[in-house]
């Protein structure tokens, strides 16, 4: 006879128990597809950064090299000694 003593409460309290486990449980799902969304974008600027660091480690590498430094003093607008610079003012 105990058993039937479970009243509308107790069905009650374990209708809104299951229905706050399942919105949690929804809660947790979408904040893990952001974390690992996040963790994706992170983990992206970290491999463009480590392609940057790189290409400057390079730069620095041949910072010594005439080839170099000529390339970079020509990009920046010089020329050797006795050329002539010209320039194209029309376009």
Do not use: F, H, W
């Not at 949690?24 to 974390?35: A, F």
Request: glycine share 4%; net charge negative; no cysteine.
């Amino acid at each position: 006879m105990r058993l039937k003593r479970t009243g509308i409460l107790t069905k009650v309290v374990i209708v809104v128990l299951l229905v706050y486990l399942a919105t949690s449980l929804l809660d947790l799902r979408s904040q893990i597809q952001n974390t690992k969304e996040q963790q994706q974008t992170v983990s992206q600027q970290v491999e463009e950064q480590r392609l940057a660091n790189q290409q400057l480690q390079e730069a620095i590498d041949n910072s010594d090299d005439p080839e170099t430094l000529e390339r970079v003093a020509r990009e920046r607008g010089y020329v050797k000694q006795g050329e002539t610079l010209y320039s194209d003012v029309a376009g």
